[in-house]
């Protein structure tokens, strides 16, 4: 599996360590320009833009392209965030893949299933991690910013926060922060059925970094990526803290919560499910969000 | 989209899956028209987007005239978990000897579509027992793999061959309308070993509609369903008093279950998205001022970039315009507080610092003007 630390920062040899160059698809879009403008300002290095028929034009300074292909050659991206329509983003995906990137932040909500499902396929033959769809993105605190979440409620540290949820992923940071733990990184998972890193994808990607300290999991309702997360903690006999919080518990089955994936089938994707799976695996679920950073404490000894 | 069964039916003879002969009616004026051209004896099964209809009396047997104009407008006045009966579909009357069940999901963590079959049908899944279970990818379901499953849920002779043609239609149609379910609960074994779907649900991905006019005439949308999905906000209505606001559906629903833990009854689900605007947050005050049952309004917002003062602005509207008269208990996180408090003093609204104390002042304050 391709090193998300190693994407996303590079190595200490590397002459842009920390300054990675990223690609925005649909950079001209009102939602594309403003978390352009948002990420350039939290010191992301965005080099370069695409918008089919924007090609030779500017936003704050940045080269626009009317293919991936032609951003890639010129900046050498390897990282790619997305905030194409819905209905384009097969096709959007298929290119950036296609053209060498190798981390695509997908933003885009109301994905269909199944071209997600086919975004993966490519992503597998490729070699490439997609992060979503349906997601806030992915910030290492004073490093890099990749996606629409606020800047305020991150602060460096070592603790890993993996969310399903965006606004819970803020909320729960700001409160981890305040009581100070601060994040090597956190990365929002998405709200839909599928996801192109999976919360035990995430794990995987950043269970043996030395210097990590504790696990914070904000998970809810739908599908089963809590309990095969905690069979996996179970497996790897992982021994670092890790902590959990499930949204949804009161929802009433087979509704759709706002999130595409937040919907429960008879016991499948229910709260009672992943809670027990992580009782079983020995990670504590927080009965509110504010209750994590004392929980995290606790742990952490 | 979850299809109501006459509509999942609808979808099953399409495929050429059979099914018991129905007709489908929103008054008994139409359904009088029905019972002739289908005879006695029939069954009167209410439509309603949940299960657990055969418990709450709302699938009733009917023999003759008498009885159906007694059954007919009992169950065309239900609620089943709280939702109304949307149409009554009648239909014949199947004699049988076995109940089945059968099942194709998408498994999401293994990103493949799964069957589940078994032998004793006719409850809800949850209780469904000696359950097989077959992993199958992406693409239709084999025929040796359908025939491996029938045998394993103990079916013999000439019901082998029709469990297989079932399950490779079921498969087609899951696969083409883009389903994240589809269920026949029970599948019928009659007395000549024949199958035949006695029970449908289907539910399949909203955002592929765009790609299914077909499906798409089959929603059936409140005004305030619709409304909302105009603003792109996400609205469930549920059975309490007390309307639940926010922004992003994983803190609305840690809402909801914190005021839940507290002995509040929501009211609503409003997600109103990732951001929030005043414009955005008005909007969501119309949609709870047309629900009649709100006794207060519960507001959740984490801001980051949104300004407190802003959405501040969209309760004084809200009150100035007489939208609204009840309280609005409102947690703001984001800049200028202190400043939105000020603006709401002579309001109705009270501001905290944490939803756990908006939720304990909703709560008592709802329970003492009841």
């Known amino acids: 599996m391709p090193n998300i630390y190693e994407i996303l920062r590079g190595t200490p040899n590397d002459s842009d360590y920390n300054k990675k160059p990223v690609i925005v698809q649909g950079i001209t879009g009102n939602y594309g320009s403003y978390h352009t403008k948002r990420m350039i300002e939290y010191g992301t290095n965005i080099a370069a833009g695409v918008t089919p028929g924007k090609g030779g034009k500017k936003l704050e300074n940045v080269p626009i392209y009317n293919t991936v292909k032609e951003a890639v050659d010129a900046t050498g991206s390897k990282i790619s965030i997305m905030f194409v329509p819905a209905k384009f983003f097969l096709g959007a995906a298929k290119e950036a893949l296609e053209a060498g990137i190798k981390l695509l932040i997908a933003i885009p909500e109301h994905v269909p299933v199944r071209d997600t499902l086919q975004t993966l396929e490519i992503a597998k033959k490729n070699d490439a991690i997609v992060i979503g769809p349906n997601t806030p993105g992915v910030i290492i605190p004073d490093v890099i ?11 460096p540290g070592n603790i890993v926060v993996l969310s399903k949820s965006g606004t819970l992923l803020y909320e729960i940071s700001y409160n981890l922060s305040e009581a100070g733990f601060g994040q090597s990184l956190t990365l929002g998972i998405g709200g839909d059925p599928i996801n192109g890193t999976r919360l035990i994808d ?13 696990i914070v999991i904000v998970g809810e309702i739908g599908g089963d990526a809590e309990e095969t997360l905690a069979q996996r903690v179970i497996d790897t006999k992982f021994n670092k803290p890790i902590v959990a919080y499930i949204a949804g518990r009161a929802a009433p089955k087979e509704k759709r919560m706002g999130h595409a994936g937040a919907i429960v089938y008879g016991n499948y994707g229910s709260a009672e499910s992943k809670v027990n799976m992580f009782n079983k695996a020995n990670i504590p679920v927080a009965k509110r969000p504010t209750e994590l950073p004392m929980l995290l404490a606790g742990k952490l000894g | 989209m979850r299809l109501l069964e006459y509509q999942a039916k609808k979808l099953f003879s399409d495929y050429n899956i059979k099914i018991p002969k129905g007709l489908t009616s929103k008054d008994i004026d139409q359904a009088r028209k029905d019972v002739k051209e289908l005879g006695f004896p029939f069954v009167i099964k209410a439509q309603v987007p949940v299960g657990g209809r055969g418990k709450a009396g709302a699938i009733l047997k009917c023999h003759n005239q008498d009885e159906f104009e007694l059954k007919y407008p009992q169950i065309l006045e239900m609620s089943v978990k709280g939702e109304k009966v949307r149409a009554i579909l009648l239909e014949k009357m199947v004699e049988y000897k076995k109940e089945l069940y059968l099942s194709l999901f998408l498994n999401r963590g293994k990103r493949c579509y799964t069957i589940i079959a078994s032998s004793d049908g006719g409850v809800e899944i949850e209780s469904v027992k000696n359950q097989v279970i077959r992993e199958v990818g992406l693409g239709n379901v084999e025929k040796e793999v359908a025939e491996d499953v029938a045998k394993e849920i103990g079916l013999e002779g000439n019901s082998i061959p029709d469990f297989v043609d079932l399950l490779q239609k079921l498969s087609k149609l899951t696969i083409e ?10 599948v019928a074994v009659l007395n000549d070993a024949s199958l035949l779907a006695l029970d449908g649900k289907v539910i399949t991905d909203d955002n592929s509609n765009f790609r299914h006019a077909e499906l798409t005439k089959f929603l059936e949308r409140t005004e305030l369903e619709e409304r909302a999905e105009k603003s792109g906000f996400s609205l469930i209505e549920l059975d309490g008093d007390i309307a639940v606001v926010g922004n992003g559906a994983g803190l609305v629903m840690s809402t909801l279950d914190m005021l839940s833990d507290n002995g509040g009854k929501p009211a609503c689900f409003l997600d109103v998205g990732g951001g929030a605007t005043e414009e955005s947050v008005y909007e969501a005050l119309i949609l709870i001022s047309k629900m009649n049952k709100v006794k207060g309004i519960l507001v959740n917002l984490f801001g980051g970039i949104v300004r407190t003062t802003t959405v501040a602005s969209a309760f004084i509207k809200a009150y100035k315009n007489k939208l609204i008269d009840q309280t609005v208990y409102a947690r703001l996180k984001g800049a200028e507080a202190e ?17 756990e104390e908006a939720i304990n002042a909703a709560v008592i304050g709802v329970r003492k003007n009841a």
């Open chain 1, 145 to 155: 910013k990749l996606g629409i979440m606020p800047a305020s409620p991150f602060k």
């Open chain 2, 339 to 355: 400043k939105s408090k000020e603006m709401l003093k002579n309001t109705q609204t009270e501001l905290f610092d944490s939803v």
């Open chain 2, 177 to 186: 309308k883009e389903a994240e379910l589809a269920e026949i609960n029970p």
């Open chain 1, 202 to 214: 995430a794990f995987d990607m950043i269970k043996d970094d030395p210097k990590l300290a504790g």
